[in-house]
């Protein structure tokens, strides 16, 4: 189990984020105390994304992969949201698509995962 990733963000993207992860199913919880205010945590079934605040976060070049419920209406709010929504090649059947989060970290989302079937 992957239990979480950090995506590095600026203060005025953290809005942004937190709705863009939030159509893909992620809710908020509270980080540690020790952290609170600069970091900011999501999770979706025991899996969290870490929003941390940056002065000039730079976007890595690789890509987290999220399982996404409802996949076509998930990527229709996106798209009603202005998220731009490359296609990708399916693998193991599943439809799949690349979107970058309001910070421009790349995030590719798919309908069920390797062994999966709708």
Aim: with cysteine; glycine share 10%.
């Amino acid at each position: 189990m992957l239990q979480h990733v950090t995506r590095e963000i600026s203060q005025d993207q953290l809005d942004p984020c937190l709705l863009f992860y939030g159509m893909i199913g992620f809710e908020q919880r509270q980080p540690p105390a020790g952290i609170a205010g600069r970091a900011f945590w999501l999770e979706r079934a025991g899996t969290q994304i870490h929003l941390m605040l940056k002065d000039q976060p730079t976007p890595p070049s690789g890509h987290v992969g999220i399982v996404v419920e409802a996949y076509e209406e998930t990527l229709a709010r996106l798209r009603e949201r202005g998220h731009e929504i490359e296609p990708r090649r399916e693998h193991w059947g599943s439809p799949r698509c690349y979107v970058r989060d309001p910070a421009g970290n790349l995030v590719e989302l798919m309908a069920w995962p390797p062994g999966g079937s709708a």
